[in-house]
């Protein structure tokens, strides 16, 4: 989940390197975004596949949102950057449009499926 001071506007980047499966409906491998702090909120993204997402910008009452990753484990493999083995994951990161950083942790998120 990520808090932000009420008022503001959150911006989530994504890393061009968004590797997760691919599937039409997002079933097994997806990114989640949610509007609030629970699933019960409204999806704003879910997102699969090779392509990064567009980057959003966030406007929630209730100044929360909460970032899901699930995955059916089906692409755990060994993972190297350099070599032939395809990596899966994603590196996405948050800011207030502002610019200004508000929370006690910065987060860059880089995950791997190995």
Known sequence: ???????????????????????????????????????????????????????????SDSNAVLVKFETDADNVVGCDVDGDVTCYGFKINFVTVDGMLYFVNYCLHFCRLY
Request: charged residues 25%; aromatic residues 14%.
């Open 1 to 59: 989940m990520i808090i932000w001071p009420q008022g503001k506007q959150l911006s989530i980047k994504f890393d061009p390197f968004f590797r997760l499966e691919e599937d039409s409906d997002c079933k097994y491998d997806y990114l989640l975004v949610y509007s609030g702090i629970s699933p019960d909120f409204p999806e704003l993204l879910r997102s699969c596949g090779v392509v990064a997402p567009t980057d959003i910008v966030v406007n």
